[in-house]
């Protein structure tokens, strides 16, 4: 089976020392390509050059919220001029974080509908991270359309996801839903068309209960598939086709 995994930083600081081993351990469970969204303008071009150095790792560039205070005005213009001369996926990861209350509500606004804009411009998907904001997300959605996207580790309301496919929008699902305490979550997975769904880790982040406390790692990408097959009483072969023409579709892999 091959499996993509449509959401892993995998150039982080925790993976630094044994990276290689890593990306071999994901391969040898059919994890054979993997999505790396950029979070700060500081990382991209280790992340670029980490991507054009490996088969089958692709990249996104955006400024995250959660790292609100490290962005600056300038970067916006950065993201337009990597974008003219590089080739990511998507622009990502961005979005809106009201989760964190120590994070500028009215800064993470500003930076996501400037990164739209951007995103509009140059006809790319946008992979979005939302906590506790899905419908300002929504909102903003709706007054700067894009191409569509990836609402990575998804768990709002049905209503909310009906909006979103909508939009064009492909819903992740990963480690969380490997938890038998995530019972709405399986619920929802459950529930949503299986074209609407894409894997996912976020490795380092995330991780699954069968490795509950250690690093995340995409090689635990087929727990996740076993719990999404198992949500939706199907055999995880057909699970692994379909997602993975999701992602190809969604985020134009070739």
Request: with cysteine; hydrophobic share 40%; net charge negative.
């Amino acid at each position: 089976m091959e499996l993509i995994d449509t959401h892993c930083h995998l150039d982080f600081p925790q993976f630094s020392h044994d990276r290689d081993e890593v990306l071999q351990q994901a391969r040898n469970a059919g994890v054979n390509t993997i999505v790396v969204p950029g979070v700060t303008r500081a990382g991209w071009d280790a992340l670029i050059a980490m991507c054009e150095h490996e088969v089958n790792l692709y990249y996104a560039l955006g400024l995250h919220p959660m790292f609100i205070k490290q962005h600056r005005t300038k970067d916006i213009e950065s993201l337009k001029e990597y974008l003219t001369v590089n080739h990511p996926v998507a622009v990502g990861e961005i979005g809106l974080d009201y989760q964190d209350k120590n994070l500028d509500v009215p800064g993470q606004l500003d930076i996501f509908a400037q990164q739209l804009e951007v995103a509009q411009e140059f006809k790319l998907p946008v992979i979005l991270h939302v906590r506790k904001a899905h419908d300002d997300v929504l909102q903003q959605l709706k007054n700067i359309p894009v191409t569509g996207g990836i609402v990575h580790a998804f768990n709002g309301s049905m209503q909310q996801a009906e909006a979103y496919q909508q939009l064009n929008f492909k819903f992740g699902f990963g480690g969380m839903l490997t938890f038998e305490r995530s019972t709405k979550l399986r619920a929802l997975a459950k529930q949503l068309p299986l074209e609407s769904i894409v894997l996912e880790t976020d490795a380092p982040d995330m991780t699954v209960e069968q490795h509950r406390g250690e690093r995340n790692h995409p090689a635990y990408l087929p727990y996740c598939l076993q719990a999404l097959a198992q949500a939706k009483s199907m055999a995880a072969e057909d699970i692994a086709v379909t997602t993975s023409s999701n992602a190809r579709n969604i985020l134009g892999l070739s």
